[in-house]
């Protein structure tokens, strides 16, 4: 066999060994390397009592600003509705029923929708303070545990195929900078679409008239007048 025969043939050996499929389960660098790794989501629950005694009129300036701060929260990240839960059957059951009225209007001034605030009661027979629960659900993105890299051999990989790790520390950044970790789980509700414009340009269309925005005289400068 004379050499440049001898160097094809031993050449495609090589890259046959290369393209062979690792054995025991080995991942090959691909998708399937990368799902290794994966974002755990889960739902756990957000929850405040505010303190209610039976001769109250109104919430405390702490109570108040409590709420807001849970309103705001509710608003970054709560699914579902806000539970506002009032003790029945108490000493304070009175006075839980006036207060929860002000507890509403202090979640709508903080942009929770009045039709998300679900009411509901809980009994509190016998007792002389419970206080008003609120509650809501949210989820919550946990980042897989990434192998050490000091841990892995990176120069000396069996059957070419991937490292421990490979892809985890991408993964972990994602979890750990998703705003809404739902958006992980399903895509988001399209937006209401702009009927009054769509009607607009209909209206352009079949009156034979341009369909698009009027440009001022500033947006149709030309390269030679920007020069000058």
Not at 108 to 123: C, F, K, L, M, Q
């Amino acid at each position: 066999m004379n050499r440049p025969l001898f160097a094809l043939v031993a050449l495609t050996a090589g890259i046959a060994g290369c393209a062979t499929a690792p054995p025991n389960g080995a991942a090959p660098v691909g998708p399937s390397a990368a799902d290794n790794h994966r974002i755990k989501v889960s739902q756990v629950g957000e929850r405040l009592e505010l303190p209610v005694a039976a001769n109250d009129l109104t919430l405390s300036a702490a109570a108040q600003q409590d709420l807001s701060r849970f309103a705001r929260s509710y608003n970054d990240g709560g699914h579902g509705a806000l539970m506002l839960s009032i003790p029945s059957g108490g000493a304070n059951a009175a006075a839980a029923s006036r207060i929860a009225q002000q507890a509403r209007l202090i979640l709508a001034e903080n942009g929770v929708p009045y039709a998300a605030i679900a009411g509901s009661t809980y009994d509190a027979a016998g007792a002389d303070a419970s206080p008003i629960q609120l509650s809501y659900m949210r989820f919550e993105a946990t980042a897989p545990e990434c192998t050490p890299m000091w841990r892995q051999d990176l120069a000396h990989p069996v059957n070419n195929a991937t490292y421990e790790s490979f892809g985890c520390a991408a993964v972990a950044n994602l979890a750990a900078m998703v705003a809404d970790p739902r958006d992980l789980v399903s895509p988001r509700d399209e937006a209401p679409r702009d009927a009054g414009r769509r009607a607009t340009v209909m209206k352009h269309y079949r009156e034979g008239e341009q369909t698009h925005a009027v440009r001022s005289q500033d947006e149709r400068i030309t390269v030679s007048d920007a020069v000058n």
